[in-house]
């Protein structure tokens, strides 16, 4: 900018006559740079604002628009947070990107009887007295042919074997989980009646149990009282052969007879078995058909009014259960 009286120079190109007054073109001048100073003036009011905003701990006096009135595109609009619009996952500064770990698989089981199984077969079916046709199907059980199944007995009063038989073999199931086994029930009164006695069997032999005990009561005259194991005798009929397993379910009968004893309090049979509580037969379907060590006990006589109140006594259900799973701890070595 020139601060003397003397005309300026003249431009190229311009349009300025040099032959007027130089004051002439100075007013123009003048003019122009009046019609200029406003623009001026505003464009630096709005760079210190900006300034002023982007400062150190700055504030801008105007707050910005609400992020839902935000301009973003459907694809962003619909983003996951920690996602970006195409669905690519984000991380901070740091964070670690590995596919996090899977969760760690259940513990094996604990206790003497890791490892093993038991199938626990609770005798009869309370729904058997209502499909009586069912069960007295004949099958095969080697030696002969009998019934598919039978009601079981009752005490006086009308509580059923059935009844008796499911409730301690549940009480016998948590018993053994609690040693560590897997137990396997042969029903649990979920199917109308049943299972045959070839099913029973089947159950233990498909499960590869290395012990199974089936459930049950006695139901003969009153003044007979106590409880027996029946073992297998020694059967090769048909499909039955029993020669494998005679031996080892005579050594799991003795060690229920001696913990079952001692549990509950009551003596062996004082009407079979010559007081050992012991007793062969081969007339059972489910001990003639099984491949697995196996035995039935007779928990007591539900006829005779003395056994009776201790059968229908849950606290002597949970000894005659403690006393079943006592035996079959010990018959595995645990």
């Not at 020669?243 to 009968?253: F, H, T, Y």
């Not at 007879?257 to 049979?269: E, I, L, M, V």
Request: charged fraction near 20%; include cysteine.
């Amino acid at each position: 900018m020139r601060y003397d009286n003397s005309p300026p120079p003249p431009e190229s190109g311009s349009s300025i006559d040099p032959h007027r007054p130089w004051f002439t073109r100075r007013s123009t001048l003048v003019v122009g740079v009046a019609a200029l100073a406003p623009a001026a003036l505003a464009g630096w009011v709005l760079t210190q604002a900006f300034a002023a905003g982007s400062g150190s701990g700055g504030q801008s006096r105007s707050a910005p628009p609400p992020a839902s009135h935000s301009p973003l595109s459907p694809g962003q609009r619909d983003a996951k947070p920690g996602s970006t619009a195409d669905g690519s996952a984000t991380t901070s500064p740091g964070a670690s990107t590995s596919t996090p770990a899977a969760a760690p698989a259940p513990a094996p089981a604990k206790g003497p009887l890791a490892g093993r199984t038991v199938v626990v077969d609770p005798g009869h079916n309370a729904g058997n007295f209502e499909h009586t046709e069912e069960i007295d199907q004949q099958v095969d059980i080697g030696t002969n042919r009998k019934e598919c199944d039978t009601t079981g007995t009752t005490t006086n009063a009308g509580y059923k074997e059935a009844d008796f038989t499911l409730d301690v073999s549940r009480r016998l199931r948590t018993a053994l989980e609690a040693q560590g086994a897997k137990v396997v029930l042969t029903h649990q009164a979920d199917r109308p009646w049943g299972p045959c006695i070839t099913e029973r069997a089947r159950i233990g032999n498909e499960a590869k149990a290395d012990a199974v005990v089936s459930v049950h009561a006695d139901g003969v005259s009153a003044g007979n009282r106590g409880f027996h194991i029946i073992l297998p005798a020694k059967v090769k009929s048909g499909a039955a052969d029993t020669a494998k397993i005679v031996e080892p379910s005579r050594q799991l009968g003795e060690r229920i007879a001696g913990n079952f004893a001692r549990t509950t309090g009551s003596a062996p049979a004082n009407y079979l078995g010559s007081g050992t509580g012991l007793v062969v037969r081969d007339d059972l379907g489910g001990l003639n058909l099984s491949t697995q060590p196996k035995v039935f006990i007779e928990c007591g006589n539900m006829r005779d009014a003395k056994d009776a109140a201790q059968l229908t006594s849950p606290e002597w259900r949970q000894k005659a259960a403690q006393g079943i799973a006592d035996g079959i701890v010990g018959f595995l070595g645990g």
